[in-house]
């Protein structure tokens, strides 16, 4: 069943809602933001508890500029549950994010990926480098820390609800270590808006609790070596953003990106965790400068 959110937007710009039908019979939500047909689009892809929501500032700043597409993953937003949750992996992931490009008949996009959407990215990468124009990689990377790992296990699936969006937002801060440091109560609302919704007189989390599974088996939520993927991404232009704070992505591991291809930018945003919301100045300096190249 799909979902509806009833969060509020903020700094967004004009989209339409959308559906396309995965092979498998799930009806794959996303936003189309319009933009000219003369460039690539970009394409946004969420961590593994977000829905297309996290992008709408993202959008606000280049919609017109570039077309913008921001999906739901099965199971997230207003993306149906899959009744399989085995099939909640990368690699299901990945094949939705071609499909619906081959859907929209987009031959190549400039990804965006947060955290979950940045190894999907790796996947596509993979078996679809011709379908990547360029790719920025949030908050990610092809070796993951073990801290980063367990603080997300200890809070995904559990099914939490709230009575209201200060509960939910404090909740949030939690979760997220109190990073950045200046977040206010009034911006943890705002991005417990972002990941939640209403049901029931409640506010709960906008996904499927079925995906946490991943991290039940004895990977423990690790997939598969991605420095492959990564360096065939790397063939590609490339920017990092990293939190300065993150508990996921080493510093060690980000260097070690930036030196994996000939045309990989790295910036640190201080005083964030993981993952960025890409708002931040040095974030959008950085991005400005890394999208100038696709406008032409």
């Not at 943890?188 to 709960?204: K, N, P, S």
């Amino acid at each position: 069943m799909s979902r509806n959110s009833t969060a509020p937007e903020a700094q967004d710009a004009p989209w339409s809602a959308c559906y396309w039908t995965s092979p498998d019979g799930l009806k794959i939500f996303y936003r189309d933001y319009a933009g000219p047909a003369d460039r690539p689009p970009l394409l946004c892809l969420h961590g593994l508890t977000r829905n297309s929501r996290d992008f709408a500032a993202l959008a606000g700043r280049y919609a017109g500029e570039f077309r913008i597409i921001t999906m739901d993953f099965r199971g997230r937003g207003n993306s149906d549950r899959d009744p399989q949750p085995e099939r909640y992996t990368p690699v299901t992931y990945a094949a939705d994010v071609v499909g619906l490009l081959d859907h929209l008949q987009i031959p190549r996009a400039v990804f965006i990926g947060t955290s979950l959407g940045g190894l999907v990215t790796m996947m596509v990468a993979a078996t679809h480098l011709e379908r990547i124009a360029g790719a920025l990689l949030n908050d990610i990377g092809p070796a993951l820390e073990d801290a980063g790992l367990d603080r997300i296990r200890g809070y995904v699936g559990k099914g939490v609800d709230f009575a209201n969006w200060s509960e939910a937002g404090a909740y949030v801060a939690g979760i997220n270590n109190h990073l950045p440091a200046g977040n206010g109560p009034e911006d943890w609302i705002r991005a417990a808006q972002r990941l939640c919704r209403e049901e029931g007189g409640r506010i709960v989390f906008d996904y499927d609790m079925a995906i946490a599974r991943a991290f039940d088996g004895p990977s423990g939520g690790r997939v598969f070596d991605m420095w492959p993927l990564y360096r065939q991404l790397a063939r590609k232009p490339l920017l990092i953003v990293r939190g300065e704070e993150t508990d996921l992505l080493s510093p060690e591991t980000a260097a070690a990106m930036q030196q994996a291809g000939d045309d990989v930018q790295l910036v640190s945003v201080p005083g964030v965790g993981h993952a960025p919301d890409l708002g931040e100045p040095e974030a959008v300096a950085a991005i400005d400068a890394f999208l100038r190249r696709f406008r032409s």
